[in-house]
């Protein structure tokens, strides 16, 4: 069974860069066909997709954040990470990753992860 | 942008049955996929591809897709039912990007 895993700095000063780090567990991040995403959901609203990559590395990015976000994979270690650039207030959220199972639909996430950007 | 719109909330007694809505442009000629989501837990997916469901979801479970409108839809409701909605879809038109709806709260009387 696939296991998703989340982890990164809990807060973020305003205007830096947020990272975080999906680890994958149960099987290897680069067999099949499958695309990686990351989520968020800020406080009381609802979920906002950022992204995804493909093992071959190819990336979809949400048009209202493509300027800032990248998606990266790194299949030695069995990991896929988000960088989120210049972040306010607004990206306070909970992230979560997740993989796709059939035709876009994500069957697998992990549990989320809060990070807040506050100085 | 593609957009999906739900009904922020939908009531139902212990028992009936729950129909939660997802309209957009023609989103009959697209998949459309479901989320359960608890207070504190991560989302799960109820219903994808339109109508399947995934291994372990209760039959109860069902969806349906046509013209500009996809239902899920929950028959004999049970109080762990209560949780937000999100339908999904993937749109292709312009940009390539994964578009939720902004969900749905489901209350069981």
């Known amino acids: 069974q696939v296991q998703l895993q989340e982890s990164g700095p809990g807060l973020v000063k305003p205007s830096q860069t947020l990272s975080l780090t999906c680890t994958v567990s149960?099987?290897?991040?680069?067999?099949?066909?499958?695309?990686w995403s990351w989520i968020r959901q800020p406080a009381g609203k609802g979920l906002e997709w950022i992204g995804r990559?493909?093992?071959?590395?190819?990336?979809n990015y949400n048009p209202s954040l493509k300027s800032r976000v990248t998606i990266s994979v790194d299949t030695s270690k069995n990991q896929f990470s988000l960088k989120l650039s210049s972040v306010t207030a607004a990206d306070t959220a909970v992230y979560y990753c997740?993989?796709?199972?059939?035709?876009?639909?994500?069957?697998?996430w992990g549990q989320g992860t809060l990070v807040t950007v506050s100085s | 942008s593609y957009v999906l719109t739900q009904p922020p909330s939908v009531s139902v007694a212990p028992g009936q049955t729950a129909r939660i809505t997802c309209g957009g442009n023609?989103?009959?000629?697209?998949?459309v996929h479901w989320y359960q989501q608890k207070p504190g837990q991560a989302p799960v997916l109820v219903v994808y591809?339109?109508?399947d469901r995934p291994s372990g979801i209760p039959e109860r479970f069902s969806g349906s897709n046509s013209g500009n409108t996809a239902t899920l839809t929950i028959s004999r409701v049970e109080a762990g039912d209560e949780a937000d909605y999100y339908c999904?879809?993937?749109?292709?038109?312009?940009?390539?990007?994964?578009?939720f709806g902004g969900g749905t709260k489901l209350t069981v009387l």
């Open positions: 997740a993989r796709e199972s059939s035709d876009t639909a994500m069957g697998y």
């Open positions: 149960g099987g290897s991040i680069s067999s099949g066909s499958y695309y």
């Open positions: 990559i493909y093992t071959s590395g190819s990336t």
């Open positions: 023609n989103i009959g000629s697209k998949s």
């Open positions: 591809d339109d109508s």
């Open positions: 999904q879809v993937w749109d292709s038109s312009s940009d390539h990007y994964v578009v």
